[in-house]
Structure formats: structure tokens, C-alpha cells
């Protein structure tokens, strides 16, 4: 079918390359050690990469329509002002597919049946849900000349559990991904986090004031993947990353290096090629505080002349290098000041045009390095640069929990934390 | 999918005795039409085509989504999915009749062509970069869908929908001398480009091209509890957060909600009428039916400062003993249905903002959202103001950036003292378990006590 199209394309002066994306999801929801709901999900999806006289006009579709997509493709053609001189994927990529088993539904359903005996023994647990998700994504490249495959899964646990104790009423969550089904060592997590979720049940502030804080590995990997846009040729080009002017100055303390490692069979996000099929490798994006790399698909790498990085779905496995302290170490050398452990809403809360930051957070006071009292309704006010560039110390608690970006905590000084108290 | 094909599917599904089985198909076009630097940068045509079944039986509920189409995939994948249940058909012998079948024309278009579309995006462009030499870039997008909509279920009941979208986006960046700033807005309805007749396009890009600038010279916030007053339309995305979320079955039903066992309770001032209407004319949140078949509605959810109605969707019915809402909605084939908001708009009152201004010694004016999030157990919500102005005995003074605002559902209901009567509709999306939906948030201007702000003063 794809072969026909391309060949059929070929007599309208079209040439063709179809990136082909097969998903296959499994979701188990459970609540209260019943199954409220599984949902299953098969899907081929296409990207229609076409060059028609000088353009380059892309499709997404769910069928192999030819005569439909031609005329789309033209329709488009007409609309675009921009020529665009890049090619097709041409690198007979040698592909090494990661293969997993795929875990039945009663199994799933029976593993997260057994972890509701973790709950038992926390009365402040009023109601607790536990999701799993696997997600297993196989792509695939054919134009004239190529056919490459690549395929990768994930398996996330969630959990949520309302708490209630003496008319405060909480919600507690977390999540947590593999690469490979690991119910023995997600049980594992789960007791640890279990064990905090009374922490919760308090309706705690602080004065708003400037801290010393530890920003946890969970709000380093949100905020990194929610400035990755500002690393990318295209919009600094467009003058619309808050680091246009910034390539090869210092932007962050030295102690900041910033790496993209999409080959890192490690790290939950590996993938061989992008959608255009070029290769994807290590890279330093931000080395001892300096800016050093853009990052390209194929139209901003030929604007200006360079080769494509890899990056045209994104990025995948971004981190900032961890340092050499564990967590407790962190912790003892903040001693008195406030763990950031989570940050909400950041689309609402941030300026992506500056780097202001303005969000609603959770964490704990510390005191003598140790956790003394949970915080809500506290919110973190600064930006981006001041984050980065007041950072005292970078842990070595690498965390992972989604395929475009890994944390690790970071101790950091002087940031302004707004609270409703009056008094420390 | 012809109705015979769409019966055979659903009479197997049936045979292991769920009570319970709904077929959801669409056809999906959806254009992207993007400017930047100065030209038509982006043109991308997405076409999505997919069912999705679910069956359930009492609370136990299956789903599965696919975009094979031929008969042989969807039959193994109704095998596959039905072998959930054991037991002897309750319904069976299944015959399809017409329900809800939508039979509106609308002329999408309204004589745009293509060549119209690209000069209004330069259009804008153009005006942008006339009204201040600040404006380094200029981002306008149009985004047009057309989805058909086919659902049929165990009773026999066959619907229809068409429905449209448009969307235009506007993003201006300025820089000053190495200063920068952006803002943007969006526009939005479900009846094509008659959008266009709806507002003062020249001066919308002006006013854009003025929050932008005058960002530039915006203060810090302060911070800490203080009165707030919201500005109208998408200001609404506090009541859509605070209180819309908390109202869901999703929530609701599973005793997850902090507004859980308060229908007919009240939980704010007489002044304070909250309605989601899925019928509006045009409305971007708006549909004939919902996900489920069923047709939209006018729901009052509270009522003088009564609480009156949940949103509730088929599945929750029963539990809930609440009748539906016609609330039942999801992103495309890959989700069930969850009972989700449309056009959420709290009804105008009598204050004038005048007077909610002059009553203020020190407070905030957030006169424009960007939009927030919601724990609907706890109900602690917090939004980011994309606008908003510091209060000064009794006057608007400085533009203030960075204002974050916090509190919870039951005390920002109680604590809305004043509302103005320049009700107005802004247009948003909602993510949410059933994936993302056009809603719209709509209220007038409202005074209320005791939010905490943050901000880096």
C-alpha cells in the first residue's frame, strides 16, 4: 500500500517518504483492588513526508488514501510561502529493536491486586487507585530507497490516594516508569512513597521569603522539559526562544551541563532515529554553564547550512550530568531551608518568553537536613536563570519517569518562596 | 460504517451478557495554517479516522480504539475485548434507529478561499509590525477541523454529529533593546469562519501589540492574601478549575470530589448562578450531541448559590442515581467518554467594576488568564494571570507580572462578593482523563476576597 502511493506520487512529480508509527497501549485501571476499566489501543499511523517542486509538505494520517493525499498535498503546496531544500532519510541505519514482553492483562491485574496490602496498614488512606500503562511504539521509514524499523515500550505504575484525617481532606500521586515490567521493584518504590503520604494531611505554609531550597530530580525534569523548545534552531531563529541571543554565552553556573543521550539504551527514552531518519547520538547542549549546541531537524539545519542533530520529534533523554551527592547528602548540606518536591501547572505558571517563574509547589521545611513538616499552598517564584545559576550542588539521584527528559535534585541558593504565613 | 455492519458488531458484543455497549466512529480532517517571519511557514493536513467500543457491565467497563477498519480487525477485536464476560445476552437482536441525526448546513468557509486565508495571517502580521517598531515577531495561525460522528448503542439508539472547529491564534513577541516580552490570544468557535465577523480584527492585534509592550515595563508582583478581581471570559478558567472540575462524575462518583454529597447545599452567595450550556449557537465548546449520543444541554449547576447538578455521564448514572447531562465527551477515538464541561459560564449580575475597583485598598486586577490546574479531592486550585494590575486605594496603578493565583473551591465560591453584568466567552482547551476538548469559560467581571498571590515583589 505505501509502495503504490510512493510510486503513484512519483508520476505527479511527488517523492514520497512515509514514517509509519505502530502503537499498541494496554491500560489497567484498579481502585480499591477492583478493576474499574482496561482500555486497549492498536493503531498504524503515518507522517507523509512529500517534496513537490521545492517544498516540503507534511501529512498525518490514519489510512493510505493515494488520490486523497496527492490532492492534499498539492492543496498544501499552494499555501506555503517557504521552499525548503531538505532531503530524505538516505542512511541505511543498522537498527537494533528492543524487544519486551508484553505482560497479560490478568497478570498485570493480579500484580497490582498485591499491592494494595501496602495500603492496608495506613488508616489516613481513604480511597487508593493504581493505574499501569504499557506502551510500546515500532517505527518504521520507506521512501525509494530505505526501509528501517525501530521500536521501543514503557510500562508506567500511577497511583492516587485520597487521604482524610481529622476534616483535612489530601490527594497524594505519583508515577513511575520502566523499561521493562518490574512489579517487585515498583512495589518497592511504593512502600517508601506509601510510608510519606501522611505527610500530606497538613495544611502548612511559610513566611514568603528567600531560601535556600532543594529542587527536586521530579521538578528539574519538569522544568527541563518545558524550556527543551528554547534549544532548538527554529525558534531561535524566530527569535522566539528566550535563548536566541544567547548561543555561546554563559547562561547557567558552570556547574550546569546540560546532554541529550537518545542512544542510551539505560535511560527510558532511547530511540535510533527521528522521523526524518537521521541518526541520533550524544550530545552536550550546555557545557559548564555555556550554551554550545542547537538543535536541528532538516529544514532549520539547512537553513543555516548544518547537519540535522536528530531532533525532529524533539528530545529524548535530556539531563542535566549529576553530580557525585546522594539525596541525604543534599539534604544535610541545605540544613535548614525548603525541599521543593513537586511544582503543578507549569503552562499556567511560567513565561516562556522570559523564563519567570511563578507556580504552585508542595515540598517540606527541612530542619538539621531533616524533612520536619510537609508544605502546601506554597508557590515558587523565580526564573529559570536564577534556578540554574544559584546552584550550589547537583545530586546523583537521576530520575526517570518519561522518555523526553531525566531529573536529578539540585541544591540550590536564595530563591523566593510566597507563602500565607506570617512568621518562619 | 453503514448501520447494518455498525448492528452485527454491536450484537456480538452483546453475547456475553454485558449490559452495556456503545460503538463511537469519526472522520477527522484538520488543517494547520502557520505564520512566521513574515510568511506562510507551515501548512499541515492531519487525517484521523478510528472507533472505539465499550462494553461494561455494572461498573466493570472495557474499551479499546483501533484504525484498522476492515471487518475481519474490528471482529477479532470485539472477540477479543467481549471474553471480559461470562454470561447469557440480556440484549440481543439489536436493530439501529435513528436518535439524535444531525441535519444542519453550515457554510464553513463563508467564501474564504485559500488565497483570503493566507492574506488575513499576513494581515495581522502586517498590523502588528506597523503599530509598534517593538515587534520582532509575529506568529498567527488558523487551525480548521470538520469531524463526522457516528454512535450507536445496545439499545438500538443511532446519532450523528458534524461538527466544525476554528481556531485562530495570535502571538506577538517584542524586544526592547534586548528586553523581551510576548502575549497572545486565542480565538475560537464551532461555526467556520463567520469568526471573523465576531470581532474588530485591527484592533484586537493593536491591543495584543499593547499588553506585549507595556509587559516590558510591568513591575514584580506582590505577594500574600489579598482581594482579586477577575476580569471577564477566559478570567472564567477560575471557575472552570475551582469549581467545574470538582462538579464531574469522574470525580464525583468515586467519593473524589470535595463537592461530594453537597447537591442542594450552598456553597455561595445568592449572587452567584453557574451554568454549562453545550447548545450555544457557534460556541467553540459546543456540539448537537455528546459523546455518548445523547444531546447537549443547558445544565444548571448551581443556582443563586445552590448547588444543583453534577456533570454526569452514562456510565454514572446508576451509581449516582443523578440523571445525565449530556456531558459525555472525548478527544477523538482513542478514549472513552468521561462527563466533561462545554460552554461553563457564570451568569451575569449587577455590579459594575467601577465600583468592585474602588472598594479595593490593595489587591490585584487579573484581567486576562493563561490558565491553571485543580486537585478536585481537595479542590486546591491555582491559574497564572497572562494580565493583570496591581490595585492602589481604589485604583488600577501598575502592570505586575508573574502573578500566580491559589486557594480552594469551597472558600473561592464563598469568598465571590461582587459580579458585573459584561458576561463574556473565552475559549480554551480542557485535558482530562477522556484526552483534550474544546471548552469554553465564560463570566463577568468578579470581586473575590482572599486569594493568596504569588509573585517575585
Not at chain 2, 446519532?159 to 517584542?174: E, F, P
Not at chain 2, 486557594?407 to 459580579?419: A, F, P, Q, S
Request: glycine residues 6%.
Amino acid at each position: 500500500m505505501i509502495k503504490e502511493f510512493i510510486e503513484k506520487a512519483k508520476t505527479e512529480d511527488i517523492l514520497v517518504e512515509v514514517f509509519t508509527t505502530n502503537n499498541k497501549t494496554i491500560q489497567v485501571k484498579t481502585r480499591n483492588k477492583k478493576v474499574e476499566s482496561t482500555n486497549t489501543s492498536v493503531t498504524k499511523k503515518y507522517t507523509i513526508k512529500a517534496i513537490y517542486k521545492n517544498k516540503v509538505i507534511k501529512l498525518y494520517t490514519d489510512y493510505i488514501d493515494s488520490e486523497k493525499l496527492i490532492s492534499l498535498i498539492k492543496e498544501n503546496y499552494e499555501m506555503l510561502d517557504v521552499e525548503d531544500k531538505t532531503s530524505f532519510a538516505d542512511e541505511a541505519l543498522a537498527c537494533k529493536n528492543f524487544i519486551d514482553t508484553e505482560v497479560s492483562v490478568q497478570q498485570i491485574t493480579n500484580d497490582l491486586f498485591d499491592l494494595y496490602s501496602l495500603a492496608e496498614k495506613h488508616e489516613e488512606i481513604h480511597d487508593l487507585k493504581i493505574e499501569y500503562i504499557y506502551d510500546c511504539t515500532e517505527k518504521s521509514i520507506m521512501n525509494d530507497t530505505i526501509d528501517i524499523k525501530d521500536k521501543n515500550a514503557l510500562h508506567n505504575f500511577s497511583v492516587q490516594a485520597i487521604l482524610l484525617k481529622g476534616g483535612i481532606r489530601k490527594t497524594s500521586s505519583f508515577d513511575f516508569s520502566f523499561k521493562k515490567y518490574d512489579i517487585k521493584k515498583f512495589k518497592e518504590k511504593l512502600e517508601e512513597e506509601i510510608a510519606t503520604f501522611k505527610d500530606k494531611l497538613t495544611e502548612e505554609s511559610v513566611k514568603t521569603d528567600n531560601y535556600k531550597i532543594i529542587l527536586s530530580n521530579t521538578c528539574v525534569r519538569k522544568l527541563l522539559n518545558y524550556f527543551s523548545f528554547a534549544f532548538f534552531a527554529e525558534d531561535i531563529n524566530k527569535h522566539t526562544s528566550l535563548l536566541w541571543d544567547k548561543f555561546n554565552t554563559q547562561i547557567f553556573s558552570n556547574k550546569i551541563n546540560i546532554i541529550e543521550d537518545p542512544t542510551n539504551e539505560k535511560l527510558l527514552g532511547t530511540t535510533l532515529f527521528d522521523s526524518e531518519g537521521v541518526k541520533t547520538y550524544y550530545k552536550e547542549i550546555v557545557k559548564d554553564g555555556k550554551f554550545i549546541t542547537k538543535l536541528y531537524n532538516k529544514k532549520s539545519a539547512s537553513e543555516d547550512k548544518v547537519a540535522s542533530t536528530g531532533n525532529s520529534d524533539g528530545v529524548r533523554n535530556l539531563y542535566i550530568k549529576p553530580g557525585n551527592a546522594s539525596f541525604d547528602d543534599l539534604m544535610q548540606k541545605l540544613k535548614e531551608g525548603i525541599f521543593i518536591e513537586n511544582i503543578q501547572a507549569l503552562f499556567a505558571g511560567i513565561n516562556k518568553t522570559t523564563g519567570e517563574i511563578s507556580v504552585m509547589a508542595e515540598g517540606y521545611l527541612v530542619k538539621e537536613g531533616k524533612k520536619k513538616k510537609h508544605l502546601n499552598m506554597i508557590i515558587l517564584s523565580t526564573s529559570l536563570f536564577e534556578l540554574f545559576n544559584n546552584v550550589i550542588e547537583i545530586g546523583n539521584d537521576i530520575e526517570m519517569n518519561d522518555q523526553t527528559c531525566a531529573g536529578v535534585s539540585m541544591l540550590i541558593d536564595n530563591i523566593k518562596i510566597v507563602g500565607n504565613k506570617d512568621s518562619r | 460504517m453503514n448501520k447494518k455492519k455498525l448492528e452485527q458488531f454491536l450484537n456480538l458484543s452483546l453475547d456475553t451478557g454485558t449490559d452495556f455497549s456503545e460503538i463511537y466512529y469519526e472522520n477527522t480532517i484538520n488543517k494547520t495554517i502557520m505564520l512566521s517571519d513574515c510568511k506562510i511557514d507551515k501548512v499541515v493536513t492531519c487525517l484521523d479516522r478510528g472507533i472505539g467500543i465499550r462494553l461494561a457491565k455494572g461498573e466493570y467497563m472495557v474499551y479499546t480504539s483501533t484504525n484498522d477498519l476492515s471487518d475481519e480487525n474490528i471482529i477479532n477485536t470485539i472477540n477479543e475485548l467481549k471474553q471480559n464476560y461470562h454470561g447469557s445476552p440480556i440484549y440481543k437482536d439489536v436493530v439501529l434507529k435513528d436518535k439524535n441525526i444531525y441535519n444542519k448546513k453550515i457554510d464553513y468557509h463563508h467564501g474564504y478561499t485559500y488565497q483570503d486565508k493566507k492574506n488575513i495571517l499576513k494581515k495581522i502580521d502586517k498590523i502588528a509590525r506597523e503599530h509598534s517598531s517593538k515587534v520582532e515577531q509575529v506568529q498567527a495561525t488558523f487551525v480548521e477541523e470538520e469531524k463526522d460522528v457516528v454512535l450507536c448503542n445496545h439499545l438500538g439508539e443511532y446519532s450523528t454529529d458534524k461538527r466544525y472547529l476554528l481556531r485562530l491564534v495570535i502571538h506577538i513577541y517584542v524586544n526592547d533593546k534586548g528586553k523581551k516580552e510576548s502575549t497572545y490570544e486565542a480565538y475560537g468557535n464551532s461555526s467556520g469562519y463567520n469568526l471573523l465577523d465576531t470581532f474588530d480584527l485591527e484592533k484586537e492585534v493593536k491591543r495584543l501589540v499593547d499588553i506585549a509592550v507595556s509587559k516590558l515595563n510591568s513591575v514584580d508582583c506582590p505577594n500574600g492574601i489579598m482581594p482579586v478581581v477577575i476580569g471577564p471570559a477566559f478570567g472564567a478558567v477560575i471557575l472552570h478549575e475551582a469549581c467545574g472540575h470538582s462538579m464531574e462524575a469522574t470525580s464525583v462518583s468515586k467519593n473524589a470530589s470535595v463537592l461530594c454529597g453537597m447537591l442542594n447545599k450552598r456553597l455561595g452567595s445568592d449572587k452567584l448562578t453557574v451554568i454549562d450550556d453545550g447548545t450555544i449557537d457557534g460556541a467553540w465548546g459546543s456540539t448537537f450531541i455528546d459523546d455518548e449520543g445523547e444531546l447537549t444541554r443547558k445544565n444548571v449547576l448551581i443556582e443563586s448559590g445552590i448547588l444543583k447538578s453534577y456533570l454526569v455521564d452514562k456510565i454514572n448514572e446508576k451509581p449516582m442515581h443523578h440523571k445525565i447531562t449530556g456531558s459525555g465527551r472525548r478527544q477523538n477515538y482513542l478514549y472513552p467518554p468521561t462527563s466533561r464541561m462545554n460552554n461553563t459560564y457564570i451568569a451575569k449580575g449587577t455590579d459594575k467594576i467601577e465600583d468592585m475597583i474602588k472598594s479595593i485598598d490593595y489587591g490585584i486586577y487579573a484581567k486576562t488568564m493563561n490558565g491553571g490546574s485543580v486537585d478536585p479531592n481537595s479542590g486546591e486550585f491555582n491559574f497564572g494571570c497572562r494580565e493583570a494590575f496591581l490595585i492602589e486605594k481604589g485604583k488600577i496603578t501598575k502592570m505586575v507580572k508573574g502573578a500566580t493565583l491559589m486557594g480552594n473551591t469551597l472558600d473561592v465560591l464563598k469568598n465571590i462578593e461582587m459580579i458585573s453584568d459584561d458576561l463574556k466567552l473565552g475559549t480554551g482547551y480542557c485535558g482530562s482523563d477522556s484526552g483534550n476538548v474544546p471548552v469554553t469559560c465564560g463570566q463577568p467581571t468578579i470581586k473575590v476576597n482572599n486569594i493568596l498571590v504569588g509573585g517575585n515583589k
